[in-house]
Each structure stands twice: as structure tokens, then as C-alpha cells.
Nanobody
Framework: QVQLVESGGGLVQPGGSLRLSCAASGGIFSIYAMGWYRQAPGKQRELAAKITSDGKTTYADSVKGRFTISRDNAKNTVYLQMNSLKPEDTAVYYC?????????WGQGTQVTVSS
């Protein structure tokens, strides 16, 4: 059983930056594909970015060029660096770990982009 704990959310002005962290425990972190998903009020959860066990990254079109996902296997942590934030990035951001039929979620962290 893998536990995921997100941190780093908060309130930021448009154009600002935040870095989200997701600390994993209870599994062999390096084998999992890791992802950041987000869910805005009244909308479905959607992928923001993901990174495979060997470091290949994928981004939603809406965040390409602004967000960067990375992982530190020594620290069992995945990060999401978010730059040039827009009001439409406001959402609860969830960390996800996936390996074959195993699929784990964190509790989420709120990101609010507003002036």
C-alpha cells in the first residue's frame, strides 16, 4: 500500500509560481509512474502532467511550457513546478502513483490563482 502526501499549494497571483511536492511511502517509489491531476469546481479530474519510471514526461496542452514535472527517487518525491500561473489553473491538485493494476491517490492540495 502506497501513501501519497501532497504539499505546496496555496494562493498565488496571476503570473506567479508554485512548486507542489508529493512524498510517497510504503512502496518501491522508483517503479511507479507518477502523475499530477487537477480538478476544478464543477469539472472532471484531468491530467496535468505525468512522468514514467524512466523519466519520460507528458503534459496537458493547457500547461505545456509552464509546468514541469520531475521526480527524485532518492527522496521518494515527485514535484510539479508551476510557472506563469493563470486563474484557470485554480483547482485541487492530486498526486497519483500507478504500476500495473495498482493505482494510488493523495488527498489533494488546493491551488488558487487570483489577484
Amino acid at each position: 500500500q502506497v501513501q501519497l502526501v501532497e504539499s505546496g499549494g496555496g494562493l498565488v497571483q496571476p503570473g506567479g509560481s508554485l512548486r507542489l511536492s508529493c512524498a510517497a511511502s510504503g512502496g518501491i517509489f522508483s517503479i511507479y509512474a507518477m502523475g499530477w491531476y487537477r480538478q476544478a469546481p464543477g469539472k472532471q479530474r484531468e491530467l496535468a502532467a505525468k512522468i514514467t519510471s524512466d523519466g519520460k514526461t507528458t503534459y496537458a496542452d493547457s500547461v505545456k511550457g509552464r509546468f514541469t514535472i520531475s521526480r527524485d527517487n532518492a527522496k521518494n518525491t515527485v514535484y510539479l513546478q508551476m510557472n506563469s500561473l493563470k486563474p484557470e489553473d485554480t483547482a485541487v491538485y492530486y498526486c497519483n502513483a500507478r504500476w500495473y493494476n495498482e493505482n494510488y491517490w493523495g488527498q489533494g492540495t488546493q491551488v488558487t490563482v487570483s489577484s
